[in-house]
């Protein structure tokens, strides 16, 4: 039976020292790193407040040079990361440059005439509905569109309000002359997140024009095939519709209309549950969606677009909240290490733009001011966005859906309650004085410690992953509770919290994943994480598909004070190969999937 679940307040949650919190605080050193006069070079552009001579030298390039047709995107990026970087964690620094960029782009709209504030020309819009060929005027647009609501609705900035309320006003009165099937023509041509911007819009202040707005921008050649249940993605350009259905899942929640729902459950079908995807998640190859089951002939240097995970991500949170669902957590997690960690470069915080899965792949890193592709943009969103899928609430409690270590204050019948999820290290001196005999334990392990300031009665569900490969051990206080062995499944915990510690071993076994349409390709999994073989090749392996530990064993496993569960080698094979987890590869060539035989 599902529940709803809801979103905890973006302050509520903190990363706990560690890997992942250096990430995210690259990322955040990244983002001050960049002069705000470039990151608003193409809006003062367009509102005659920037004219060099010549081009200057250090102005950023790439996608966001002042000759690109899509200039200005990642601005709207910034600002969305910006606004979570200030709501989860107080950040002043990054608020007060995000409030700056604010102002001006209010100044830049003054000086367009109190409404247009594009970073590209409105005639862009003009040349699409002539049927001009243009490259994704709306969806460029967008993204400084949700980087204003972002910032209003995250970061409590009221000038971001006005400005988009006043650029919607434009967008009704253009919408507005087409007939329906001319705008259905023109929403043929990339709107990105236009419909859900409206949709967002709309929730705020529930006027009819913004209503318009959503009507206008149904993509019904689309949502309509979806509803007959048609194959409408194979070898189509997949992060054109993800974005789109963001605005169905949105409308949704605004409107109310069923039909909007149901397009997204229709979608989610087709692109994910009826087609099958990569060992990492992803499903993409050259930015298109791959045929149903058919991935034997997808690998390639251009698999999994980062647009693509990270959207789908958002998809997948989205159908978590109304429905409580486990598998969209088990997929989120899947995504988060091997496309969100790993198309980040834990050393510089660049991005790669694809992950590629053909045999000797390397990733291709971004630069900090010369490529800014659409992937750079929701890179820093994606990395600013890591306490916001951790931890839900239900009408019994709390939940616990990834196995991050964070810390959340959470407010339950008049109590506050703090939980705090570490992760364990194994402690050999420990073993030691347990007279315990030294042994390899590469399972996950977690402390929970739940403090609330009076005893409070609520349910804690923790999720148990795709991925067990054995009965958890859970205990609380000490005492071990009775839990099933039900991969993809939640365990539920009923009591009078007070000051109670949990301990939460989640047992993982390599595992082996055929490649979708060609059963002869596998890849290998320990537990979430997917190994890459440091090779340029994919050299025959021989032993049992059903018993991976006959083909790989650990590697340097032991070292002073733990145990090194994360690389491997081969045994007993002609070549010997290393493997590393996939989110650890920075420019070493890699192989994912090799050919397996008996």
């Known amino acids: 039976m599902f529940e709803t679940h809801h979103s905890l307040p973006w302050n509520a949650v903190t990363l706990q020292p560690g890997s992942l919190k250096k990430r995210a605080e690259l990322n955040r050193a990244y983002m001050l790193s960049l002069k705000s006069s470039h990151l608003l070079q193409n809006h003062y552009g367009e509102a005659g407040l920037w004219n060099p001579p010549q081009q200057p030298t250090d102005c950023h390039g790439g996608w966001e040079s002042p000759t690109s047709q899509l200039r200005g995107h990642f601005l709207g990026h910034w600002l969305s990361a910006a606004a979570r970087l200030f709501a989860s964690t107080g950040d002043t620094e990054i608020k007060g440059k995000a409030d700056f960029i604010v102002a001006e782009l209010a100044r830049c709209q003054q000086e367009m005439g109190g409404e247009w504030i594009g970073s590209i020309p409105e005639k862009y819009l003009d040349w699409i509905a002539r049927g001009k060929r243009v490259w994704a005027p709306q969806y460029t647009l967008h993204k400084t569109l949700m980087g204003l609501y972002d910032m209003y609705e995250i970061a409590q ?177 899947r995504n988060f290490y091997n496309g969100i960690l790993a198309q980040q470069n834990a050393q510089t915080g660049m991005i790669a733009y694809y992950l590629p899965l053909e045999t000797g792949g390397t990733k291709v890193w971004g630069t900090p001011t010369n490529d800014f592709w659409c992937c750079h943009g929701t890179l820093v969103q994606a990395q600013a966005s890591h306490t916001r899928d951790i931890y839900f609430t239900n009408d019994e409690g709390l939940v616990v859906s990834q196995y991050i270590p964070s810390h959340v204050q959470w407010h339950h019948d008049g109590s506050e309650v703090s939980v705090t999820l570490e992760s364990k290290a194994h402690d050999v001196y420990a073993l030691k004085a347990s007279r315990e005999q030294p042994r390899q334990t590469s399972h996950p392990e977690y402390t929970l410690s739940v403090n609330c300031e009076q005893p409070t009665e609520y349910t804690l569900t923790l999720r148990l992953p795709w991925w067990l490969a054995d009965e958890p051990t859970i205990t609380i206080n000490g005492e071990r509770q009775r839990v099933p062995h039900t991969p993809s499944s939640y365990y539920r915990i009923r009591r009078t919290w007070h000051n109670d510690k949990l301990t939460i071993l989640l047992p993982k076994a390599l595992q082996i994943v055929p490649l979708p349409g060609a059963s002869d390709m596998m890849a290998f999994m320990d537990g979430p994480i997917v190994l890459a073989g440091l090779c340029d090749d994919a050299s025959m392996l021989y032993g049992s598909k059903d018993q991976p530990e006959t083909l790989l064993a650990p590697y340097h496993e032991r070292q002073y004070a733990a145990w090194q569960p994360d690389s491997y080698e081969t045994r007993n094979q002609p070549h010997t190969t290393r493997f590393l987890p996939l989110c650890d590869i920075r420019d070493e060539r890699y192989t994912v999937y090799f050919p397996v035989t008996e």
């Open 157 to 333: 900035n009221e000038q971001a309000l006005d400005i988009l309320i006043h650029w919607a006003n434009w967008f009704h009165r253009w919408t507005g002359q087409f007939s329906r099937e001319q705008m259905d023509d023109i929403l043929d041509v990339e709107t990105g997140g236009m419909l859900e911007v409206w949709a967002n819009l709309y929730g705020v202040t529930n006027k009819q024009e913004h209503l318009d707005l959503i009507r206008r921008y149904d993509r019904r050649r689309l949502f309509d095939r979806l509803l007959a249940g048609e194959d409408v993605l194979t070898y189509m350009h997949a992060n054109t519709t993800i974005p789109e259905v963001h605005g169905a899942a949105r409308a949704w929640e605004v409107t109310g209309e069923q039909r909007w729902r149901d397009i997204v459950e229709a979608y989610w079908r087709l692109a994910v549950t009826d087609r099958g995807y990569f060992c990492t998640g992803g499903q993409t190859s050259d930015e298109m969606w791959c045929p149903p089951h058919q991935l034997g002939g997808q690998l390639g240097p251009e698999n999994q677009e980062h647009c693509t995970v990270y959207n789908l991500m958002r998809l997948a949170n989205y159908l978590f909240r109304w429905t409580g669902d486990v598998v969209y957590a088990d997929y989120y997690e």
